[in-house]
């Protein structure tokens, strides 16, 4: 199989964030910090999944895609919880949630899409905007049943306030979910001028072969 997203191919700040990873697994090993260390390689790990997802099914994901969703993985795991960066700074939950909802609007748009094989035209653009949507809040609802798995199991507090916590956040990934949609139906009309459009422009550009019926408008 053709190797697509190689990891030496990926962009500076993947590499500053595994190299932190490195200095903090190595700094927890010899302090004997074992709930360091379990965090930064469980953030390492989920880091190297995307990769694998995409060279599993033949995607290329451009550099700002990967990189955005391991800085996802690295802010909310190990600098919210290793750190505690969700007590120390109240924002940056609303900035993990919303941020991470924008980009699963974004994927979830990209998916249905792909289903047409960029065919623009073969549904409503309200119609792939909406699934775009559906698909991030799931995601976002999933995220908040794997907090509640790890404060049960391993003692952490991803949850915070319990049910405020967790409402507040499914709030702030619902206005992220309609941006990401948004921006897809944007696309679908044509405005392609837009950062977010324009990284959809790229990811079909750069996986021609999932979009054989793309066609600029």
Known sequence: ?????????????????????????????????????????????????????????????????????????????????????????????????????????LIGFIFVLMLFEGDRYAAPPWGM???AFCFAMTIGAVWEIFEFGMDQVFGLNMQKSGLVDTMADLMVDGLGALIGAAAGFAWLKGREKGSLTGQITQFVRENRGWFRRWRRK
């Open 1 to 105: 199989m053709k190797n697509l997203n190689p990891i030496r191919e990926q962009s500076r700040i993947v590499f500053v964030i595994w190299g932190f990873l490195a200095l903090a697994l190595l700094a927890a090993l010899v302090t004997f910090n074992w709930s360091l260390a379990f965090i930064a390689v469980a953030t390492f790990s989920l880091s190297l999944l995307p990769v694998f997802f995409a060279n599993r099914f033949e995607i290329r994901l451009p550099h700002g895609f990967f990189a955005a969703v391991v800085f996802f993985i690295f802010g909310t795991i190990f600098l919210g919880e290793a750190f505690d960066f969700y007590e120390r700074y109240g924002w940056w939950d609303v900035l993990l949630h919303g941020g991470s909802a924008v980009g699963f609007g």
């Open 129 to 131: 905007a909406f699934f």
